[in-house]
């Protein structure tokens, strides 16, 4: 048919455009008409084909998805409330002025929506630029906060590796006026302790200074107006070898390749206290005041992480760049290191699991008077975690809860569905998690199975032997050890009985 032909002819129109990296509106514009002729070509025939699939860099997460997930933000959270944090939400979408110049090259990976009402506006990237705004916006200048939320990136996906288009972030951070390195030191531990906490294998925590690498720069001969520019490519250097980096800075950035090399001798650089001494004493660095300050910090934060004792998994690593524009001083990433799997043939490899640094000039650029509020903080890289628990559990092939049910409300005999639901009715009032059956007379054999099958630990029992004694049998599912419990009694021994498992 006609029609059909001019549907193919309009999706080639369109793959071809996004092959060529064509501009976005233009390409917009056509996937719109191309939607326009298959709602047509659809009304024809009398019906819509669709397909049933989440967007591109999405997924569903199902119950036993959720179980694993809840696991990792319950030990995030916990953690974020142990070093005294408050919560706080923002809205999902910003202005988009609020969101643009912030993230440097990242920034054309904003979802920017259509005119609505009046106002321009952007899908939040991530959580740090919100929280400026709304500190900025309250006039706060001294605040401890987490936030937990989905964040939105028009990335190409790599879902097998955590890398979606629409994740949750979990962040914390410290904005106030206080002494050098405390606060930076703190969030470091915190990375450590939920890293830790969450089992999740060997890690480093890769640590450096935005001042460091400009001052780097600047004495290897790089253009004020490259820094920023030069910085994207060195961030790269943890998926891609030197070789590549330096033909990018030279070949696509015009960089002299002498300024490159001088480059390469820093960034190759990596350890401890022991380096830091050592480029506090280079005769081109220490003449820089940008590097010298940012040495003299790290230096100092290197002191406190000792008295942390947490070191061992500190890197200072002079090739850590973080591409965002907002950093202003010490930048650190978390990385899961390579190894193998016992129960998985390839190692798991997902990459940075966490990261962050110190943003001092953020908050003034939305403050109508630029009074600047100092902020350091962390991200959680909650999806890329998640992938690996995920895996972790297959391979061990553990069940896994998706209820917290404590006990299901079951019956002996038949026509007692009424004592069922009294009884039930009298768990939920004192705060017990219960179930029971939809059925009006379920077979008992039936309702022992679903508590194998679900995992709930306890059964009450009523039968009318049991009616007429004032009694509950109480049965432990994984013993099978039945026992009588006064009905009076029954909540407390519930409690004491599910505090065991």
Known sequence: MAEEAAVRAQAETVRRLKQDKADPDEIAKEVAKLLDMKAQLGADEGKHKFVLKTPKGTRDFGPKEMAIRERAFKAIISCF????????????????????????EDSKLIYDLKDQGGELLSLRYDLTVPFARYLAMNKITNIKRYHI??????????MTRG???????????????????IPDAECLKIVHEILSDLELGDFVIKVNDRRILDGMFAVCGVPDSKFRTICSSVDKLDKVPWE?????????????????????EYVQL???LDLIERLLQDPKLSQNKQAKEGLGDMKLLFEYLTLFGITGKISFDLSLARGLDYYTGVIFE???????????????????????????????????????????????GIERIFSILEQRLEASEEKIRTTETQVLVASAQKK?????????????????????????????????QYCEDTGIPLVAIVGEQELKDGVVKLR???TREEVNVRRESLVEEIRIRTSQC
């Open 81 to 104: 409330k142990r070093h005294g944090a408050e919560v706080i939400d923002t809205p999902v979408f910003e202005l988009k002025e609020t969101l643009t110049g912030k993230y440097g």
């Open 149 to 158: 939320a989905k964040v939105y990136r028009r990335d190409n996906p790599a």
């Open 163 to 181: 890398r979606y288009r629409e994740f949750y972030q979990c962040d914390f951070d410290i904005a106030g006026q206080f002494d050098p390195m």
């Open 244 to 264: 590549e980096v330096r033909s990018e800075m030279v070949g696509e950035k015009g960089l002299s390749p002498e300024a490159a090399d001088r480059i390469g």
């Open 270 to 272: 990596h350890g401890g």
């Open 334 to 380: 978390a990385v899961l290191l390579q190894q193998e799997n016992e129960h998985v043939e390839e190692p798991v490899s997902v990459g940075s699991v966490a990261g962050g640094g110190r943003y001092d000039g953020l908050v003034g650029m939305f403050d109508p008077k630029g009074r600047k509020v100092p902020c350091v903080g962390v991200s959680i």
């Open 416 to 448: 007692l569905l009424e004592e069922r639901l009294k009884l039930i009715a009298e768990l939920w009032s004192a705060g017990i998690k219960a179930e029971m059956l939809y059925k009006k007379n379920p077979k008992l054999l039936n309702q022992l």
């Open 476 to 478: 432990i599912v994984a």
